[in-house]
T-cell receptor
């Protein structure tokens, strides 16, 4: 079953603006991962954040994790047209089960 | 470097026909392998995973089966396709660690778009 939920389901912003997507989950986790999927392609791993970490950066990406609220956010700064894609969170719970959210569809308008 | 290949990229099959999708990984040994299905606009549903040759775990009872005849080859099959088998099928791998699930990221192929008529 899919317990991760991304919010919003869809997001449309102007190029250059920041994009923030959220992920909520229900069980305790081992780690949380964010992936990007371009239309009709496979998923590409972006960032993995462990349950004992609160924030992680990779280039223009910033991921935060709040285990008390069971939520994570993915921030993309200075968005580009190439960032247009669907973004998924996946949680690895204490039983090492991988649980995927339904994704946020991000559209960057030129 | 490691690569993963899936084929075919697209497939149109009539109801009741058989299915065979293939996935191979190069550049790594003894990977954990996964088959997912993704409905349009949705997240991923895990179908099968494998931690070694001949070792298959099924997550969802269904019309499909999986096999791992070689270390880096993972095959998804069906004897008789149903309309509900339509979807986007993705193969993925992770580095071998203890158990199937780990703190390793998953690496995906480009998927097979399966349409059942």
């Amino acid at each position: 079953s899919q317990q991760g939920e991304e919010d919003p389901q869809a997001l449309s912003i102007q190029e250059g603006e920041n994009a923030t997507m959220n992920c909520s989950y229900k069980t305790s986790i081992n780690n949380l991962q964010w992936y990007r999927q371009n239309s009709g392609r496979g998923l590409v791993h972006l960032i993995l954040i462990r349950s004992n970490e609160r924030e992680k950066h990779s280039g223009r990406l910033r991921v935060t994790l709040d285990t008390s609220k069971k939520s994570s956010s993915l921030l993309i700064t200075a968005s580009r047209a190439a960032d247009t894609a669907s973004y998924f969170c996946a949680t690895v719970d204490s039983n090492y089960q991988l649980i995927w959210g339904a994704g946020t569809k991000l559209i960057i308008k030129p | 470097s490691q690569t993963i290949h899936q084929w075919p990229a697209t497939l149109v099959q009539p109801v009741g026909s058989p299915l065979s999708l293939e996935c191979t990984v190069e550049g790594t040994s003894n990977p954990n392998l996964y088959w997912y299905r993704q409905a349009a606009g949705r997240g991923l549903q895990l179908l099968f995973y494998s931690v070694g040759i001949g070792q298959i775990s099924s997550e969802v009872p269904q019309n499909l089966s999986a096999s791992r005849p070689q270390d880096r080859q993972f095959i998804l099959s069906s004897k008789k396709l149903l309309l509900s088998d339509s979807g986007f099928y993705l193969c993925a791998w992770t580095k071998a660690r203890e158990g199937a699930w780990s703190n390793q990221p998953q690496h995906f192929g480009d998927g097979t778009r399966l349409s059942i008529l």
